[in-house]
């Protein structure tokens, strides 16, 4: 099976183009997990499927590196765009990308031929509870927050969903934060059925973000594109943050822009390498979990 891999400020994926390499939809969850293993794979935050659509230009479909299934990806989003045009899929600089929950606008930015950054219109964020599938107790002062209890201590986050479900807490220093320690407990908390998203964050200013990911399915990851919007959405709607915000993530910046409820997200798509991956394998049948 051939495979490029590709990343966005770190957060990594093994990438397969279903034009080329046709797969069956039961091989993927398994494909992903063995694709991700870092001793008896390549090692990777997960599987992105590049195939055919009929309402864009191409389809886009993500697996964590646990198998499941994940809604859409900001950072992954940006590589497909990359790809895309560097491989002839489309001649045009802007181009619509299909994922699980719709269909987004992204816009390549070239140099010297190549693209080095890709601008998303990551649609508009909605907030609150049933947005991310909450089932406990909201904030009595702001139903778009609550509380969970975790080992690691109470944490007060808001409810932001980018097409999949975060929960962003907003703290003295983002990269001080108990990120190992909190986020896996959350993201399986009871109170989240279908398991969250988790960010830590903290304003240097109106302007500019830090911030830290424990992302579902896949653990500690070095950049997390839906989420750094959804935290510059949440900013923007309680009031601290100013509607253009560089979020600085532990692979490096994004700059997220809100304009009429809408979200969009500049930064970088580098591919790093194509090859052959032997499938399927006797790795096939280890289960791989993120790193707690």
């Known amino acids: 099976m051939r495979f490029t891999k590709m990343h966005a400020l770190g957060n990594n994926y093994i990438y397969v183009d279903a034009f080329q390499e046709p797969l069956k939809d039961s091989e993927l969850p398994m494909?992903?997990?063995?694709?991700?293993?870092?001793?008896?794979g390549i090692g990777s935050d997960g599987l992105i499927v590049i195939g055919p659509s009929q309402t864009a230009a191409v389809r886009m479909r993500i697996f964590n590196a646990d198998g499941s299934e994940a809604e859409t990806c900001g950072n992954g989003l940006?590589?497909?765009a990359k790809y895309v045009y560097e491989h002839g899929y489309t001649d045009s600089e802007e181009f619509p990308i299909e994922v699980k929950t719709g269909v987004v606008w992204a816009a390549v930015h070239?140099?010297?031929?190549?693209?080095?950054?890709v601008t998303i219109d990551m649609g508009e964020a909605s907030f609150g509870a049933s947005a991310v599938g909450f089932t406990g107790i909201t904030d009595a002062e702001d139903p778009y927050r609550g509380r969970v209890q975790t080992p690691a201590g109470e944490f007060v986050?808001?409810?932001?969903?980018?097409?999949?479900?975060?929960?962003?807490?907003?703290?003295?220093?983002?990269?001080?934060?108990p990120v190992a320690e909190a986020g896996p407990y959350i993201e399986r908390h009871p109170d989240f059925p279908q398991r969250i998203n988790v960010e830590f964050v903290s304003p240097r200013g109106r302007d500019e973000l830090d911030f830290r990911v424990w992302e579902r399915g896949s653990g500690i990851t070095y950049a997390c594109g839906t989420g750094a919007c959804a935290s510059v959405a949440a900013g923007v709607r309680e009031g601290w943050l100013a509607s253009c915000v560089r979020v600085h993530l532990l692979g490096g910046d994004l700059d997220i822009e809100v304009q009429d409820g809408r979200v969009w997200m500049t930064g970088e798509a580098v591919e790093v390498m194509s090859g052959e991956f032997v499938w399927?394998?006797?790795?096939?049948?280890?289960?791989?979990?993120?790193a707690i």
């Open 31 to 40: 494909l992903a997990r063995a694709v991700s293993d870092v001793r008896r």
């Open 78 to 80: 940006r590589c497909v």
């Open 110 to 117: 070239r140099s010297v031929g190549r693209v080095e950054r």
């Open 157 to 177: 986050g808001s409810f932001v969903s980018m097409g999949n479900p975060h929960f962003v807490i907003r703290c003295a220093d983002a990269t001080a934060a």
């Open 280 to 290: 399927p394998q006797a790795s096939e049948a280890v289960e791989v979990h993120p």
